[in-house]
């Protein structure tokens, strides 16, 4: 079945990196786009960035522009979130999410995983 399993998640200074990781199985890996969603207690879910596994285009909210980086490894079935320059505000439990073929709609997709917590505190 399809599944979705993150990992990396945990306490980070402000200024700070983390890097995440979302392992894929159970569906064709090529064929989706996967993203990274966050939510934080109290708001509403927003986008992270996500990844386009066909072509591995792009997309990265204003809000995490040039301090987030996504990549994937499709031999492995992997995507990474590389978060680095954290904020108090990135604070969220973080959720990998695929959508088919494109990122439009991977924030809204019911295709994630259980999620993994991210602090940035001092």
């Known amino acids: 079945q399809v599944q979705l399993v993150e990992s990396g998640g945990g306490l980070v200074q402000p200024g700070g990196s983390l890097r995440l990781s979302c392992a894929a199985s159970g569906f064709a890996f090529d064929a989706y786009a996967i993203g990274w969603v966050r939510q934080a207690p109290g708001k509403e879910r927003e986008g992270g960035s996500c990844?386009?596994?066909?072509?591995?285009?792009?997309y990265y909210p204003d809000s995490v522009k040039g301090r987030f980086t996504i990549s994937r490894d499709k031999a492995k079935k992997m995507v990474y979130l590389q978060m680095t320059s954290q904020k108090p505000e990135d604070t969220a439990v973080y959720y990998c999410?695929?959508?088919?073929?494109?990122?439009?709609?991977?924030?809204?997709?019911?295709?994630r995983g259980q999620g993994t917590p991210v602090t940035v505190s001092s």
């Open positions: 990844i386009r596994s066909s072509d591995g285009g792009t």
């Open positions: 999410a695929a959508n088919p073929w494109r990122c439009s709609g991977y924030v809204s997709s019911s295709v």
